[in-house]
């Protein structure tokens, strides 16, 4: 496990842009080329219900570190349980952690992902580099497309395996913009494709959250048999609310996370 929160962060970050190449362009877009100059709200990992990679075994990583769970998520249609954390540091991201319930599946991909798990040697979900280790397998192109039939979000984790799904974009911490409408415009002004399901913009003041993402980048991936483009990991824009009690919500929203696990859909 790591003991300094920063590094691991600083990893997650390298191994994201090197297949999210569209992350560094953002952040040059919205006035820094520095890291550091754009905070980060949270990031987002994927993974499934078994006993070796759970949600608790990410979530682990995290809390030897100081982070404790904060709340939990239904996705009912998506077949999805996730939990969130948060650091007593509050400049620290937050951490949203998901996972596909297997046994909601077909047989077919139940036995496809456990086969694909067993492969991982159980001291690598417990190493240091675990969170962005990236696949611990090797899938063929036919696999992931029959994977994506039932599921993107396992045929997302079967292609890309354990890294950082996104980043996520403090709108309330950019010195230039003050809306996301705002950085969502700078946004498309530049090329950029923004994930519309459910609208450009997902929550609303009211909910005191509102999130809006790229669509992910489309990037090689080399499967057992061939190299192929598909989506790999996309960028998120969140601007917090005050409560009622004067403090900015840091939890998530199930309906607009619903519709952000749809950046990654291929287009």
Partial sequence: MHTDVKALFANLWQ?????????K???QLLGSSQQDDVINDHIA????????VGLEKLAAHFKALGYEECGEYHFEAKKLYAKHYEHADRSLPKVFIS??????????????????????????????????SGTHWQVSQATYEKLLAESEYAAWVAAWGYRANHFTVSVNDLHSFST?????ETLKDAGFLLNTSGGEIKGTPE??????ST???LHPVQFSDVVATIPSCFYEFARRYPMTNGLLYTGFVA?????????????
């Fill in 99 to 132: 996972e596909l319930l297997l046994d909601k599946c077909s047989a077919y991909l139940r036995d496809t992902i456990t086969a694909l798990v067993e492969q991982i040697p159980a001291e690598a979900v417990t190493a240091d580099n675990f969170l962005y």
């Fill in 207 to 212: 909910v005191y959250l509102e999130q809006s």
């Fill in 15 to 23: 191994d994201y842009v090197a297949v999210t190449p569209s992350a």
């Fill in 45 to 52: 990992l994927r993974t499934f219900n078994l006993e070796k």
């Fill in 180 to 184: 996301l409408e705002q950085v969502n």
């Fill in 25 to 27: 362009k953002v952040h």
């Fill in 215 to 217: 669509l992910a980048d």
């Fill in 255 to 267: 309906a607009s996370a619903d519709k952000i696990f749809e950046s990654t859909n291929a287009r």
